[in-house]
């Protein structure tokens, strides 16, 4: 039995035009990847951490503390924690505080799910373009068929061996595509959790020094405690998150509303 290998540049040349923009949708799919993966780590790496720290610090008092801690880390959890601690330094109602958490949720929570279409689009196209290179091939192989008159086993198999590389080709980029879009949307579902227990310890806080106060309404929550009402040292001196997001906004997305990256999730 005779053995046939072939090479890459050779299987790439016998693919036709179609592997052209297969080539492009493999490395444009890795790029987001790579980009991807190093953004989620980021945003992750620092995020328990910078939680537990701020937190005790704003309860033993130190709020500019841990305004700084929070404006000095990057990541979507510091930017939850600090757009409430700037709200809660400067004695705002605890719908203004909530507000500002839930806006800057929605705009973090963009920005990490920024090149998910690339991906879906990549895995959900490439089956169909290597199924296209596989008809325009079967097409030329029966177009040679009838040219030669005659057919023959060789020439049959030939021709479909080379409209074949295509479809194996679009599988290939689809499979991994699809596995990396999933596990991000993985990854951001938990972020998710850490960006809610943010604002939630942030509005605890709110309500520990503004006891009694009832402008806070995040569902699902006990109400405010009784006490009386403390005051926090209001001097300003905070400068805006490098990320250059404004945490002022008047969309009041709360925590059943927002875009879940879960639902999208390939099938």
Known sequence: MQTTTYGLIQLFADGGF???????????GLGVIIAK??????AKREAGRVLRETEALARDGKIDEAIALAESTPGPVPAILLSGLRRVKDQRPGRDVEKAMTSTGTIELGFLERGLVVLATIASVAPLMGFLGTVWGMIN???AIEAAGQVEATLVA?????????????LIIAIPVNIAYNYFVTRIDQMIVSMEEGSTAVLALFWDVYGGRDEVSL??????????????????????RPIGFDTQSTIVPDKDTMVRPEHRKLT
């Open 18 to 28: 179609m592997m052209y923009p297969l080539i492009l949708a493999s490395l444009l």
């Open 158 to 170: 030939a021709g479909i061996k080379i409209a074949l590389l295509t479809t194996a080709a679009g």
């Open 219 to 240: 569902h699902g929550s006990q109400p405010p405690r009784a006490g009386q009402k403390q005051t926090l040292d209001s001097a300003s001196g905070t400068r805006e």
């Open 141 to 143: 192989a029966f177009g």
């Open 37 to 42: 993966a190093y953004i989620l780590w980021a």
